[in-house]
């Protein structure tokens, strides 16, 4: 298995979008071609120490001037939310606005994303978890613009759940609306890149520290095995952790 594995990134047909609020991490992605596009939400934006949402949106514009991006709405408010969406949009070309699928009560977001839809703002709408919610939002988005469909995929596998067949059903979905993508959201592990590139999913959202773990794409497992047992070995001699032994007890 580990010879058919692919090793470099760039070869791979899923779109890799990274997945962060850390300004300089971004700037240091967007040297990487491979690195396709870029998402941001409020959460990783507050823990991140962002208190400018538009001062902060505006700098990373600069740095990936070309490449989408995108940025979410974070009202429950519909009124609200459509205003802040237009805003959004408005930054730039390569913007797409993150709404969620439903508002804070489950109510689904179909109205505004029509609206929003149909006067050509580029969505990303997010917080998906089925195939049939996928379903709804691609009859919201038909005729609309270029737009994604987020379905958090390593949330979906966090209740037990495999996430692979949810994600071909609903790429079987959007297969009639050429225009909207499928993104594999919420990775959890490297196995995900290469599970979402076996499906044929469009694009897969990466956060910075999974992005690192991209150096042991299809590395040898013996040879991994040894720098594992090296690690281990290296970090108790630094720790200077000694034990009182047969051997070192004294007689």
Request: negative net charge; proline residues 6%.
């Amino acid at each position: 298995m580990s010879e058919t594995l692919t090793t470099d990134p760039s070869r791979l047909r899923v779109k890799i979008f990274a997945d962060g609020a850390d300004r300089e991490g971004i700037a240091e992605l967007y040297a990487n071609p491979w690195v396709r596009g870029f998402t941001t939400n409020p959460t990783l934006m507050r823990q991140a120490g962002i208190e400018d949402y538009e001062t902060f949106a505006r700098e990373v514009l600069e740095v990936v001037p070309d490449r989408p991006i995108s940025f979410e709405v974070f009202s429950d408010e519909v009124g609200e939310m459509e205003e802040q969406a237009r805003t959004i949009s408005s930054w730039g070309e390569n913007v797409f606005v993150k709404i969620p699928v439903t508002d804070t009560q489950g109510r689904p977001s179909a109205e505004l994303a029509r609206r929003l839809a149909a006067s050509g703002v580029k969505l990303n709408v997010t917080a998906l978890m089925t195939a049939e919610q996928v379903a709804l939002v691609a009859e919201w988005l038909a005729d609309g613009p270029p737009s994604f469909v987020s379905l958090f995929a390593g949330r979906v596998a966090d209740t037990g759940r495999d996430p692979v067949p949810i994600m071909s059903a609903a790429l079987d979905v959007l297969r009639p609306y050429p225009h909207l993508e499928l993104i594999w959201a919420s990775p959890r592990e490297v196995l995900n890149i290469i599970q979402a590139d076996a499906i044929g999913c469009h694009v897969i959202t990466v956060t910075h520290d999974l992005l690192r773990k991209l150096s042991s794409l299809g590395r040898d497992l013996d040879d991994f095995s040894l720098a594992t047992v090296k690690m281990f070995h290296e970090d108790g001699q630094a720790a200077g952790y000694t034990l009182r032994t047969s051997a070192t007890a004294p007689r």
